[in-house]
């Protein structure tokens, strides 16, 4: 598994105020947004493309498209659904899944409680979206399950990593023979005593979307 850290300076001009504990809602979710946008820039360097030739007015340019089966870009709810128009900004035309996974506030072990996935992913380039990549648990389970159902390149796109959960990650895939990375614009200090980044910027979830 590979992990890429965005080394920009807007990433961090924008990341630093999503820390912010006075950040409110809105301005919270147009910056997730922003931030997967820049980030998806650099998750879909390997985007599959085949070469084709258009006719300019002044004549024909050799150039590329997507290929089919479009890739499949997938969140996390809940707090994966702030990353998804700015994904699909940059990657329109994906198809678009759904895992619904809740962490235990306790055991820190990850349950899922919703899948709407494509069975058969054979051949097909998926695209995971979630803003924290804690202890790995959640995201471990997301890649195995798009794995099982034959996903042959997995890229994870997070705002946040800490190193305990890179770890569990290359740990868990070490059998893995497919591309796997995952892309953050930064890596933490470590996990607190109840699970959280620090420094981090809290609960993703809840700054998106309120305390439930
Ligand atoms: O790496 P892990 O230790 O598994 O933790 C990370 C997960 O925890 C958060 O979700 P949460 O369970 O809070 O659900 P929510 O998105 O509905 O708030 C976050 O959005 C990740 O999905
Ligand atoms: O720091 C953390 C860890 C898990 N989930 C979050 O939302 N934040
Ligand atoms: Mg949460």
Sequence with gaps: MKTLVADHPLVAHK???LRDETTDSPTFRRL???????????ATRDVRVADVTVTTPVGPAEGVRLTRPQPLVVPILRAGLGMLDG???????AEVGFLGMVRDEGTLKATTYATRLPDDLSGRQCYVLDP?????????????LLLDRGADDVTAICLLAAPEGIAHLEEALVNVEVPVRVVTAAVDD??????FIVPGLGDA?????GVV
Excluded: F, K, W
């Excluded at 470590?190 to 699970?195: C, K, Q, R, V, W």
């Excluded at 979830?205 to 979307?209: A, E, I, V």
């Design 132 to 144: 924290m990549l804690a202890t790995g648990g959640t995201l471990a389970a997301a890649i195995q």
């Design 32 to 42: 997730a947004d922003e931030l997967v946008t820049l980030l998806a820039y650099e």
């Design 190 to 195: 470590h996990l607190n005593e109840n699970g």
């Design 87 to 93: 994904m699909t900004r940059l990657l329109p035309t």
């Design 15 to 17: 990341l630093t105020t």
């Design 205 to 209: 979830g809840d700054r998106l979307y």
